[in-house]
């Protein structure tokens, strides 16, 4: 769309978004990153929850570790119900968001203390597109969901009304499905190599879709143009019901 006011700013857009498209169908990648560092849980703590332990203790690993549909090899969750499987097998987040909330809080935010597994930088990584596929060393990934704080999360950080200040922020990062296996280290490439058309983004998930944006997802769900996690799912339903 276009008026007096915009037109300009949108062909722009729509020019760069072309452009991107093509470099992507080239095998350029639509922008990189790094990986600063690949976490996986260290022990086991106790917890007030009601699992009574929590594997959100995740340190930086020296070496290549490999990566399977379940996540980072010898990563655990401690709470199935809630936390890993396929569709949020990996937990990313950036490492420029990381450092805004160090000046926030007044103290390091360290690879892994928010329980990610992949610190990462130079990727807006809150605002990826729902469906963006990641090249990283030998393994692909997709982003699938944005990260909810719980209560867990709270008592980690041991900082005031964190679930609420957290949420208000909705620097969330994001959940990763793990399209291709392999191993992957600290200091490898992040390639953005595929973002689809809807646009929608993790963040734009987590602070609640437009209705047109979830009619986008569904549309093209539909069509078999990607796949959502039935949480996504889930969301889109709920929207187009209001």
Not at 60 to 74: D, E, I, Q
Not at 127 to 155: K, L, M, N, Q, S
Not at 161 to 168: G, K, L, Q, Y
């Amino acid at each position: 769309m276009t008026d007096s006011s915009t037109g300009t700013a949108t062909s722009s857009t729509t020019t760069a978004a072309g452009a991107a498209a093509a470099g992507a169908a080239a095998g350029a990648p639509l922008a990189v990153g790094r990986l600063n560092a690949v976490c996986r849980v260290h022990q086991l703590e106790p917890d007030a929850g009601s699992v009574g332990v929590t594997a959100i203790d995740k340190r930086p690993v020296a070496s290549a570790v490999k990566v399977n549909r379940l996540g980072v090899y010898a990563d655990v969750q401690a709470d199935r119900e809630h936390h890993g499987g396929e569709e949020q097998a990996v937990y990313a987040y950036a490492q420029e968001e990381a450092d805004a909330w160090g000046e926030r809080l007044g103290r390091e935010i360290p690879a892994g203390l928010f329980g990610e597994n992949l610190r990462v930088s130079g990727l807006a990584v809150t605002d990826a597109v729902i469906g963006e596929r990641w090249v990283v060393g030998e393994a692909e990934f997709e982003v699938t969901i944005p990260r909810t704080p719980c209560a867990t999360f709270a008592r980690r950080m041991g900082e005031e009304r964190w679930v609420r200040r957290f949420t208000e922020q909705a620097d969330t990062g994001c959940y990763l499905r793990v399209v291709r296996k392999g191993r992957i280290a600290a200091g490898d490439a992040v390639a953005v190599m595929h973002r689809p058309r809807h646009g929608v983004t993790v963040r734009e998930l987590f602070v609640g879709p437009t209705p047109a944006q979830a009619a986008a997802l569904r549309d093209g769900q539909q069509a078999g143009e990607w796949e959502l996690t039935a949480k996504v799912v889930r969301e889109i339903e709920r929207v187009l019901a209001r």
